[in-house]
Structures are given as structure tokens and as C-alpha cells.
């Protein structure tokens, strides 16, 4: 095992660590994050960093094990788990291919990846079981959408600084 294999490892468990570290400070209801009605998932924009830094297969990883932890006391039982596997791989393959690790790149994905989690989650659970799914939609999804994409906007002043001085990729 090469030097770059090391410490891809040592950073991908580092971040997977201070993950779960946040899920379950989020879980135990010691920081819950929720102004009124929104409450940030914060899992969401910890995911798609991972796929900024990691690589799609990383971030799919840190996205499986971060969302089976958040299915644990979650209502639905496994939309977190593949969502955020999904969601992981995707932002991976966009870094990759198409995006650079930049401001803008990270409000596109990030504002991108809470809107869809937000209304898929509306949609699959709310949508067609609740008779106030139109009120669940503007006073809790909405809200939360806003929240969580501007908190995962904010995240990447914390993490880019540090994420961008670990090697991640070899060099040529």
C-alpha cells in the first residue's frame, strides 16, 4: 500500500468519524438544529462533500453508513439510506466529470441535493397518506430545504480548507 492509499484512508475515516459524530449529536436531541418549523439534516451536505473530496465511490460509503445511522431513528426506514448512497454517488460522479470543488459548485449541488431529498421525502411519505400533505409541504419541507441548503453552503467554509490541503488524488 502505497503513501497516497494511506492517507486516502486515514482522511476517509476521519471524516466518516466526525460524520457519525454530528448524526449522533443530531440524533440524541443535544443540537438539533431547528429554527421554528425547519430542522437542517445536516447528514445531507456532509454526504455531498464527501462525494466532493472522496470520489463517488468514497462518498457512497460515507452516504450508506451515514444514512443507515440516520434510519435508526428516523420514521422512514430505509429512504435515508438509499437517498443519501445515491446522493453521495452522484455528487462524486459530478465532481469528477463535471464540476470543479468550488463556491459555486457547492451551492449548485448542495441547494440541488436538499431539494430533492425534501421533496422526494414529502413525496413518498406525506404526499398521498396524510390529508394535510399541502401544509406539510409549506410550513415543514420548504422550510427545512432552505435550511439545510444554506447550513450546507456554510459547511463548505469549514470543510474546504481543510479537506483541499489532503491529497486525495495522485498526481501525474
Do not use: C, E
Not at 55 to 76: C, E, H, I, K, R
Not at 83 to 102: D, E, I, K, P, Q
Amino acid at each position: 500500500m502505497n503513501a497516497f492509499r494511506v492517507r486516502y484512508l486515514i482522511a476517509i475515516s476521519v471524516y466518516t468519524l466526525v460524520t457519525a459524530a454530528i448524526v449522533l449529536v443530531q440524533s440524541t436531541g443535544l443540537f438539533t438544529l431547528q429554527i421554528g418549523t425547519a430542522s437542517a439534516v445536516l447528514v445531507l451536505p456532509l454526504t455531498i462533500y464527501a462525494g466532493f473530496y472522496f470520489g463517488p465511490l468514497g462518498a457512497a460509503a460515507v452516504g450508506f453508513l451515514a444514512g443507515a445511522a440516520t434510519d435508526t431513528y428516523s420514521s422512514p426506514l430505509v429512504f435515508n439510506t438509499l437517498f443519501l448512497t445515491a446522493v453521495g454517488l452522484t455528487a462524486g460522479l459530478l465532481m469528477s466529470h463535471y464540476f470543479n470543488r468550488n463556491f459555486a459548485a457547492s451551492v449548485v449541488v448542495n441547494l440541488s441535493g436538499s431539494a430533492i431529498y425534501f421533496i422526494l421525502k414529502w413525496f413518498f411519505i406525506y404526499a398521498f397518506s396524510d390529508p394535510s400533505a399541502g401544509f406539510v409541504l409549506l410550513h415543514f419541507s420548504l422550510p427545512s430545504f432552505i435550511y439545510t441548503g444554506l447550513l450546507g453552503v456554510a459547511l463548505f467554509f469549514v470543510f474546504n480548507p481543510i479537506l483541499k490541503k489532503v491529497p486525495l488524488r495522485p498526481t501525474k
